[in-house]
């Protein structure tokens, strides 16, 4: 199909799936969700993964339509959010500790750690709610007749075929996920998600029980002593994430934001994300006013790529089953683990002891033969991490850190101290030490590296806000690798920082990014190291005209120093307006690369537990439109269409993912109803 025909057939199918929201209601009040644009602006896309993005999404999405109970909230509840300081976390636990229930969100500026925006971001996931003297379990008729039940369904329909839609996948072209979760109070949830990628089988082949994949979930909360109980699929952080962490990383402008604080939070996994979670059971039991105790079992099945012997070359955390051989590495093996957490808190001061232990039923086994640089990856069937952590928090500074070690007595450390030296500025360094022989296949932390191993950096940040209209982030992060790591031969270093700056007065927010990334590697001879320099700035202006309208204006370039000089530039322009009971927003936006490497990434408004942060290269245009209608307070509709015409190609992509053709159109189509 040629693109003079493709694109007027997307536009009609894009006008017949807008057509239910023309329908009127008199009660519902469409929101902007702002923090959507807060979140795009903390995050850098350069070092941040799509499974993270999806995660912290999902995480923050659900918060805002079930928010927390702020008069009964735990600190490991608001921990949860990844844009609070540990300084801002203790404020407000230890306001409501020392001066009782809230009788107003507004209450919130008297805690002091707390600034305006984090105050006005705060307010979208949280919700007055009783003090904890009223803590009781209702009965199983006041559950079923007070607990809320959310049952949404989503479809992206691509108005084109992939070379494997015709040929090679097993499935139709179409993209489906079903999400349904109940919810009491804060005390009670359980859901179930089921999701289908673009070509995998739907109730055929090894898919016979329908969708590819099923997240499921049952959790309780304050039950006595059992501050929280989750059943199914769930996610767990312990300490600082080197023995364990099955939550995500938001970057490192997000690790500014948040003053590197860490969280030991356990929550559940209700997402479409078919890798990172743990299934079986996990629970914390405050044992005493000090004590705390989390522990966890597991057991699921992970993909692999198997060596002709039937150990494990590679596990797979993509999720695909499309074709033949995707579907033949699914579920090929299994992971059990077990351990837990013993904390200790005491005012300003705490400790803890992790551990975590982890026996696969085939052998991992990665090739080691002409690849150097797996010399020292995982390898066996059994694994153990322990690890101490400790850390101090008052109203001005935070410390914390953690020391882990594996079975092989390797070490991993981290730590990061935090001062909010005044009102207006604040400061933050980081250090992490990774030997080489140090593996942890369920841990992550921070760092240059994808994963806890071969690194040893340090991270320094500063924000200050000169003024009220102003405020100026500053970060610079040295990482050096020991040991030898993919494309480099020798031991290299990488030099990271970034500078932003944002003004907002009236109806006017500017802002201005600059990120300057330097990383070694090989030069075509593998003789010596050379830099790889990237650099990427941004300039954006948002005009508020009315509570009603808001437009925004972005320009991104890039660059790229390596065996060539490669540039690339976006300008882009976003209008969102909302009504009553009707919400919408377009964009457009022109692009012209040079190349993958100096490729451009956006923000674009998508429905919902959805974030959309596409990727553009070569030249072309972009361009979007979403409506939203809330029909009474039960039920939404949403839909978007969008268009990305390429002017340098006639074919995107290659493989089975060949779209013959410079135009590729999408529609998503969202229902979600609330009884």
């Known amino acids: 199909?040629?693109?003079?025909?493709?694109?007027?057939?997307?536009?009609?199918?894009?006008?017949?799936?807008?057509?239910?929201?023309?329908?009127?209601?008199?009660?519902?009040?469409?929101?902007?969700?702002?923090?959507?644009?807060?979140?795009?602006?903390?995050?850098?896309?350069?070092?941040?993964?799509?499974?993270?993005?999806?995660?912290?999404?999902?995480?923050?999405?659900?918060?805002?339509?079930?928010?927390?109970?702020?008069?009964?909230?735990?600190?490991?509840?608001?921990?949860?959010?990844?844009?609070?300081?540990?300084?801002?976390?203790?404020?407000?636990?230890?306001?409501?500790?020392?001066?009782?229930?809230?009788?107003?969100?507004?209450?919130?500026?008297?805690?002091?750690?707390?600034?305006?925006?984090?105050?006005?971001?705060?307010?979208?996931?949280?919700?007055?709610?009783?003090?904890?003297?009223?803590?009781?379990?209702?009965?199983?008729?006041?559950?079923?007749?007070?607990?809320?039940?959310?049952?949404?369904?989503?479809?992206?329909?691509?108005?084109?075929?992939?070379?494997?839609?015709?040929?090679?996948?097993?499935?139709?072209?179409?993209?489906?996920?079903?999400?349904?979760?109940?919810s009491y109070a804060d005390r009670l949830r359980f859901g179930l998600t089921g999701s289908q990628d673009a070509g995998e089988p739907f109730f055929t082949s090894r898919n016979r029980l329908g969708y590819d994949h099923y997240s499921y979930y049952i959790q309780l909360r304050h039950v006595g002593r059992l501050e929280a109980l989750n059943l199914g699929?769930?996610?767990?952080?312990?300490?600082?994430?080197?023995?364990?962490?099955?939550?995500?990383?938001?970057?490192?402008?997000?690790?500014?934001?948040?003053?590197?604080?860490?969280?030991?939070?356990?929550?559940?996994?209700?997402?479409?994300?078919?890798?990172?979670?743990?299934?079986?059971?996990?629970?914390?039991?405050?044992?005493?006013?000090?004590?705390?105790?989390?522990?966890?079992?597991?057991?699921?099945?992970v993909d692999a790529t198997l060596n002709d012997d039937g150990t494990v070359r590679t596990l797979l955390t993509d999720g695909y089953h499309r074709t033949p051989t995707e579907m033949e590495k699914k579920n090929n093996t299994h992971q059990t683990a077990a351990g837990g957490a013993l904390a200790w808190r005491r005012g300003r001061w705490n400790a803890g002891i992790n551990a975590v232990y982890l026996y696969q039923d085939r052998d991992l086994k990665p090739q080691k033969a002409n690849t150097p640089y797996r010399r020292y990856a995982a390898e066996g069937n059994h694994f153990l991490n322990v690890s101490a952590s400790y850390g101090y928090v008052d109203h001005r500074w935070a410390l914390s850190g953690e020391t882990a070690v594996n079975r092989d007595g390797a070490i991993a450390a981290i730590h990061s101290a935090s001062l909010t030296a005044t009102e207006t500025l604040s400061l933050m360094v980081l250090h992490r030490y990774y030997d080489k022989r140090y593996t942890a296949l369920l841990g992550q932390s921070f760092g240059e590296n994808t994963s806890v191993s071969n690194e040893h950096g340090l991270y320094v940040g500063a924000t200050w806000q000169p003024r009220r209209t102003w405020q100026l982030q500053w970060y610079a992060d040295y990482a050096h690798f020991p040991y030898l790591r993919y494309g480099i031969s020798m031991p290299s270093d990488a030099f990271?920082?970034?500078?932003?700056?944002?003004?907002?007065?009236?109806?006017?927010?500017?802002?201005?990014?600059?990120?300057?990334?330097?990383?070694?590697?090989?030069?075509e001879r593998h003789v010596y190291v050379i830099n790889r320099t990237e650099h990427r700035a941004r300039l954006s202006a948002t005009y508020a005209a009315s509570s009603q309208w808001l437009l925004r204006m972005q320009a991104d370039g890039s660059a790229s120093y390596y065996r060539q000089s490669e540039h690339g530039w976006m300008v882009s322009a976003r209008g969102e307006w909302r009504g009553r009971w009707l919400r919408g927003s377009g964009t457009v936006g022109y692009f012209h690369t040079d190349s993958y490497e100096t490729r451009i990434y956006q923000y674009e408004p998508t429905v919902l537990y959805n974030f959309s942060f596409p990727m553009y290269y070569g030249e072309g245009i972009r361009y979007a439109l979403l409506l939203r209608a809330d029909i009474g307070r039960w039920a939404m509709v949403t839909a978007k269409v969008g268009i990305t015409d390429y002017f340098d190609r006639d074919a995107i992509s290659s493989g089975l993912q060949r779209i013959d053709g410079s135009s590729a159109c999408d529609v998503d189509v969202q229902l979600r109803i609330r009884f």
């Not at 023309?22 to 995050?43: G, K, N």
């Not at 003053?259 to 044992?287: D, E, P």
């Not at 990271?496 to 802002?511: C, F, K, V």
Request: charge should be neutral; hydrophobic fraction near 40%; proline fraction near 3%.
């Open 1 to 182: 199909m040629n693109k003079d025909i493709r694109l007027p057939r997307c536009l009609m199918l894009a006008a017949l799936l807008c057509l239910p929201l023309l329908q009127p209601s008199a009660t519902a009040q469409a929101q902007l969700r702002s923090w959507e644009a807060a979140l795009y602006d903390v995050m850098g896309a350069e070092d941040v993964t799509d499974e993270a993005v999806e995660q912290a999404y999902d995480l923050l999405c659900e918060l805002e339509t079930q928010p927390l109970n702020i008069n009964r909230i735990t600190r490991e509840e608001l921990e949860q959010l990844p844009f609070l300081t540990a300084q801002q976390v203790e404020g407000i636990v230890e306001y409501v500790y020392r001066y009782g229930p809230l009788k107003s969100l507004g209450e919130l500026q008297m805690v002091t750690a707390l600034d305006a925006r984090r105050r006005l971001l705060l307010e979208h996931f949280v919700a007055l709610g009783e003090g904890p003297e009223m803590r009781r379990w209702q009965s199983a008729a006041d559950i079923a007749r007070y607990g809320h039940s959310e049952l949404t369904a989503t479809g992206h329909i691509p108005a084109y075929n992939r070379r494997g839609d015709d040929n090679g996948y097993l499935g139709y072209k179409y993209k489906h996920w079903v999400k349904y979760q109940f």
């Open 233 to 301: 699929m769930y996610r767990l952080q312990l300490g600082m994430g080197l023995t364990l962490n099955t939550h995500f990383l938001l970057g490192k402008q997000a690790t500014l934001q948040s003053l590197g604080r860490s969280t030991s939070a356990l929550r559940a996994h209700s997402s479409r994300s078919a890798a990172g979670y743990l299934q079986g059971a996990a629970a914390i039991v405050r044992l005493s006013d000090h004590w705390r105790l989390t522990a966890f079992a597991s057991y699921r099945p």
């Open 496 to 523: 990271d920082t970034m500078l932003a700056a944002q003004y907002a007065a009236g109806r006017w927010t500017l802002g201005g990014r600059y990120r300057l990334h330097i990383r070694q590697h090989d030069d």
